[in-house]
């Protein structure tokens, strides 16, 4: 069974704080994604990495970067957390080309 | 850019009802997935349909895909209470990413 976990379920922080997302894959798989959930908006890709080292930016990197230094971790980072970043962010991993992306179970960040 | 469009966003159902989520979507793509997520928890993968006239099922759930009329539709036969969730269709495109829509919060009441 392919497992994804991230490192909290929730999380409170105060803007201006940089905040960091861990996500962690069991399956070898090469691509790691980060999206952030809000009502009525669906999931938007923020970045993904399709190799160690490698990223791309997705449709909303914007206050966000990532860091992927092993195969199994990819990591994204608040520089300075802002209100509107309060959401949920889900990591997902997946084995290219065509493969299915399994999801982790969410961090909700609130940002104060 | 590949965007992707479910309706409707807001189903309520009674059981025993039949009826279908559509996903259409704008650009070519080469693989269309339909996942569910519960309330709180994270998304889980439904069906993955990879070439015109798809049509993949499981229990109650059908789901298939035109890509002609770039159309994919899931079908829900005899709701029941446990299949209140959340749908979402994605398209796929290249590095593997996914375009997702908005979802359809589905609810099945008595």
């Known amino acids: 069974d392919v497992k994804v976990t991230q490192s909290s379920r929730y999380l409170v922080k105060r803007t201006g704080e940089k905040v960091f997302l861990e996500c962690v894959q069991d399956?070898?798989?090469?691509?790691m994604f980060w999206y952030r959930q809000d009502p009525g908006l669906g999931l938007r890709l923020i970045y993904f990495?399709?190799?160690?080292?490698?990223?791309e930016k997705g449709d909303i990197p914007e206050g966000y970067s990532v860091s992927r230094e092993k195969k199994e971790r990819f990591s994204l980072i608040l520089e300075s957390a802002s209100t509107n970043q309060t959401s949920m962010y889900l990591c997902?991993?997946?084995?290219?080309?065509?493969?299915?992306?399994?999801f982790g179970p969410g961090t909700r960040l609130l940002v104060l | 850019e590949l965007k992707v469009e479910q309706n409707p966003l807001f189903l309520s159902m009674q059981e025993g009802k039949n009826y279908t989520i559509y996903c259409n979507y704008s650009?070519?793509?080469?693989?269309l997935y339909w996942y569910r997520q519960d309330p709180g928890k994270s998304l889980e993968s439904l069906f993955v349909?990879?070439?015109?006239?798809a049509v993949k099922q499981e229990g109650r759930l059908m789901a298939s895909l035109d890509t002609k009329a770039r159309l994919s539709t899931l079908h829900i036969t005899a709701a029941v209470h446990d299949l209140s969730a959340t749908y979402f269709c994605a398209g796929g495109t290249s590095y593997g990413k996914l375009t997702f829509g908005q979802g359809t919060i589905l609810t099945v009441h008595p």
């Open positions: 349909l990879l070439s015109n006239g």
């Open positions: 399956m070898d798989h090469e691509n």
């Open positions: 650009t070519t793509s080469d693989r």
């Open positions: 990495s399709y190799d160690v080292k490698m990223k």
């Open positions: 997902a991993s997946s084995r290219p080309p065509q493969e299915t992306q399994y």
